[in-house]
């Protein structure tokens, strides 16, 4: 199973950006889905995870500007960003588990999409 980010791009401070992730491959269920962020210098962090029920959790950076959500039909989960700020540049990345069509368990990392918020 392979995971596809985009989405990337340059924006404004106060703009926002979606970005996807594709999940192609034997699937046969997708479960959690998580976006994480890494700036330059800096971890890896969490931003935010939804189940595959549709339960979402987001960190406190992301909470009431970023929305993560999923089309389970199309094996897609998306970030919408928005707010941004210049303190959001970074790499992002996304992170999904679940189960290929042979029964097997998977966890794939997208190969991650750059977003930069500056004026």
């Known amino acids: 199973v392979q995971l596809q980010a985009s989405g990337a791009g340059l924006v404004q401070p106060g703009g926002s950006l979606r970005l996807s992730c594709a999940a192609s491959?034997?699937?046969?269920?997708?479960?959690?889905v998580a976006w994480y962020r890494q700036a330059p210098g800096k971890q890896r962090g969490l931003v935010a995870s939804?189940?595959?029920?549709?339960?979402?959790k987001y960190t406190d950076s992301a909470k009431g500007r970023f929305t993560i959500s999923r089309d389970n039909a199309k094996n897609t989960a998306y970030l919408q960003m928005s707010s941004l700020k210049p303190e959001d540049t970074a790499v992002y990345l996304c992170?999904?588990?679940?189960?290929?069509?042979?029964?097997?368990?998977?966890?794939?990392w997208g190969q991650g999409t750059l977003v930069t918020v500056s004026s």
């Open positions: 992170h999904a588990a679940g189960y290929s069509s042979t029964g097997a368990p998977f966890m794939s």
């Open positions: 491959g034997s699937i046969f269920r997708l479960g959690d």
């Open positions: 939804i189940t595959g029920d549709g339960t979402t």
